[in-house]
């Protein structure tokens, strides 16, 4: 073990492959030299950072109604289509790059917008401002993020629509970011605190877009180790990847240090083809999935359902039924982390039982959760799509009156709510349901032959997953269509 695996706690592979897809930054130079610039993040990250103070104001002193207030509008609206429906499934954590939770933590470690500070902190070659402490051991994985994603998705009715709700939930946000960062090491609240960041690194994995090594001999070579330690052109990885092992889009935050700090010039942002990733490496991951499946079939009945009792539930602090709320909470938490993952379960015992397999039937449940990845992305997209189709003439005139003060800035306050294409709107969700299912299918496909080798055992093992995740579409478009 060399110095660099002593000091990162990696082991580097001797046989990584490369992949031989398409490299952008090699197709277009101008998009190379950009990304190389020192002052590329800051200068994405300080419009965001403008828009999302205008939000965290106009929830806290514009008007209390939803669809009048661009606190809902942008976020609940705009923003999550954008993210779930495009950046997620075509550029990764692309969301990341421009994300403005960890700009004040990033200005007090670093004390810079821009400049490179050379130094020594702990591995880094950099100096970091701050404490510096090292994240615990037991907690990095995804688990708080599953607990806290699902306890705003609890409270979701209340959320998002209303504005007073959404601005305090994001400034504690911006807060808890800081503050961890004066407290521990690089981005931890992003990499095991941040519940948007648990499921960008999970559904991350299907992206048709990836940021890795071009050759790897030079990577094992390479005894700068600018991407992971930094040096007096960037960073050290904000999420204490390594170019050499990084396999995965998971933890990668597409800051673009690397490609900053890479002294050989290997590293290249890559396309590839959707749901390429297949290895889910922890129960962490796996209960993501599960949690993101119930938690679309809860907001499919809840905001896009006819059923009133629910809804009263689900929104208690309006209805003032706390008794149904408790009800509602209860089933939730129990179907995400109890009853979907048991139900997963059967069915992996019965492929484990039909291939007569010496694997174990929790080995086969967690290899074969990665299904949850490509169905559950889908769903959620299916899901979206009426929110945007549905609601999107609010973000045209919210734009010319942000706060709901009578205000028309840009001329189309007065545009009145028009969905798009209503009547076409079960086919969308049709067709985004049916390619989830085949993706779901072909990629478990793959999963199944690296557990049980042989074509026809594999095949023999994906039926019954095959089978549950038939069952989950099915019931998606009895949520969707009826």
Request: hydrophobic share 50%.
């Amino acid at each position: 073990m060399n110095k660099m695996e002593k000091e990162s706690g990696i082991k580097i592979p001797m046989d990584v492959k490369n992949g031989k897809n398409t490299d952008l930054l090699t197709k277009f130079p101008l998009l190379k030299r950009i990304l190389k610039a020192r002052s590329f993040q800051f200068i994405i990250i300080l419009p965001n950072l403008f828009v999302f103070y205008v939000i965290i104001l106009a929830g806290i002193i514009g008007s209390p109604v939803g669809n009048r207030n661009i606190a809902i509008v942008f976020i609940w609206i705009l923003w999550w289509f954008l993210l779930i429906a495009i950046m997620v499934p075509f550029a990764s954590r692309v969301w990341c790059t421009m994300c403005p939770l960890p700009f004040f933590g990033d200005l007090f470690q670093r004390m810079a917008f821009i400049k490179v500070r050379l130094g020594k902190t702990a591995y880094l070659r950099n100096k970091m401002f701050g404490l510096n402490k090292k994240w615990p051991k037991y907690l990095t994985n995804i688990w708080i993020q599953n607990i806290g994603f699902l306890t705003l998705c609890t409270f979701s009715a209340v959320l998002v629509t209303r504005p007073f709700v959404t601005s305090i939930v994001l400034g504690l946000m911006l807060l808890l970011g800081t503050v961890m960062s004066m407290i521990w090491k690089l981005r931890s609240f992003c990499s095991y605190i941040c519940p948007v960041s648990g499921f960008l690194s999970l559904y991350s994995s299907a992206a048709t877009m990836e940021l890795r090594r071009i050759d790897n001999d030079v990577c094992l070579k390479c005894k700068d180790k600018g991407c992971y330690k930094g040096n007096e052109k960037g960073y050290g990885c904000p999420w204490s990847e390594y170019m050499g092992t990084m396999e995965r889009n998971n933890y990668c935050g597409l800051c673009t240090e690397c490609l900053k700090t890479c002294p050989n010039d290997n590293i290249g942002l890559n396309t590839r083809s959707f749901a390429s990733e297949t290895i889910i490496k922890g129960y962490d991951e796996s209960w993501k999935g599960f949690i993101m499946l119930a938690l679309a079939m809860a907001y499919s009945v809840i905001l896009l359902g006819t059923n009133g009792t629910i809804k009263n539930w689900a929104n208690a602090p309006e209805t003032g039924n706390w008794g149904g709320f408790f009800i509602y909470a209860a089933i939730l938490w129990s179907s995400a982390l109890v009853v979907v993952p048991a139900v997963f379960y059967f069915f992996a015992y019965l492929s484990k039982l039909i291939t007569k397999s010496t694997q174990s039937v929790k080995e086969i449940f967690k290899t074969f959760s990665y299904i949850l990845v490509p169905l559950g992305l889908l769903a959620w997209i299916a899901f979206s799509f009426p929110l945007i189709f549905v609601n999107g003439s609010y973000i045209i005139s919210v734009i010319s009156d942000p706060l709901g003060w009578g205000w028309n800035l840009f001329g189309t306050a007065g545009f009145k709510w028009q969905p798009l294409v209503p009547d076409y709107l079960g086919y969308v969700q049709l067709i985004l349901l049916l390619t989830g299912l085949g993706f779901a299918i072909s990629r478990g496909y793959r999963v199944s032959l690296n557990i049980f080798k042989d074509e026809h055992t594999a095949l023999m093992g994906l039926l019954p997953m095959a089978g549950f995740a038939l069952l989950v579409t099915l019931a998606f478009l009895t949520f969707f269509i009826g």
